[in-house]
């Protein structure tokens, strides 16, 4: 089975520097999709950024961007130049195969401080 | 375009009630899904259907039922309601129902049962 592991329960930023979320994952698919959403208070599950395993390039958009490691399972989501609008919950997610469904890890609180 | 909405927002129950959610996938997408995100947890797969028919089912009791209709939209029926029910329930839309499509979340129904 699939699996998604977030092992940062809490993180904290000062406003203007970069921080950098962790997320391993457990798959023996070869085509596969990662994402990171993000959940503020307003509990709406926001899509951040997708990667496709196939593709050797990581997904960047504006100030995200992620460090996919396919050989070590490994998808880091990193946010440069952070603003107080960046604090939420994020939640690293799978799905691949014939498996349609989100598997997500149990999330990171991102907490950016002024 | 409007995103995908969900109805109500809050709703309250007593053990035993049964309660019924509704969702409306983004236009043009066929697919929806539902997800149970528990206080402090990352939300978990209950149900896929795509063009009416169920794809997929989680790890959850058949007091839990679904259906879709012609217009795409979808609901979540839950029986004999339990206290651990209690979460906030997720719907996401996307196009297909494969793992390339990506999923897009309303802003859930909170759920909570006295």
């Known amino acids: 089975a699939q699996t998604v592991t977030q092992s940062q329960p809490e993180m904290s930023v000062q406003e203007a520097e970069t921080v950098t979320l962790s997320c391993t994952y457990d798959?023996?698919?070869?085509?596969?999709?990662l994402f990171w959403y993000k959940q503020p208070p307003s509990r709406q599950m926001i899509l951040v950024i997708r990667q496709e395993a196939y593709k050797q390039q990581n997904a960047t958009e504006n100030r995200f961007s992620v460090n996919f490691q396919k050989a070590a399972k490994s998808f880091s989501l990193k946010i440069s130049d952070s603003q107080l609008g960046d604090a939420a919950m994020y939640f690293c997610a799978y799905t691949g195969g014939s498996n349609y469904k989100l598997t997500f890890g149990k999330g990171t609180l991102l907490t950016v401080n002024p | 375009d409007a995103g995908v909405t969900q109805s109500p927002t809050h709703l309250i129950k007593t053990r035993g009630q049964h309660v019924t959610l509704r969702c409306s996938p983004i236009?043009?997408?066929?697919?929806v899904s539902w997800y149970q995100q528990v206080l402090g947890q990352g939300p978990q797969f209950i149900f896929q259907y795509y063009e009416k028919e169920e794809r997929g089912r989680g790890n959850f009791p058949d007091r839990f039922s679904a259906r879709q209709f012609p217009n795409y939209s979808s609901e979540l029926n839950v029986n004999a309601l339990l206290l651990g029910d209690s979460a906030l329930y997720l719907c996401a839309s996307s196009f297909s129902a494969v793992s390339t499509d990506t999923q897009y979340f309303g802003p859930g129904t909170r759920l909570t049962v006295l």
């Open positions: 798959t023996s698919e070869s085509d596969y999709y």
């Open positions: 236009s043009g997408h066929k697919s």
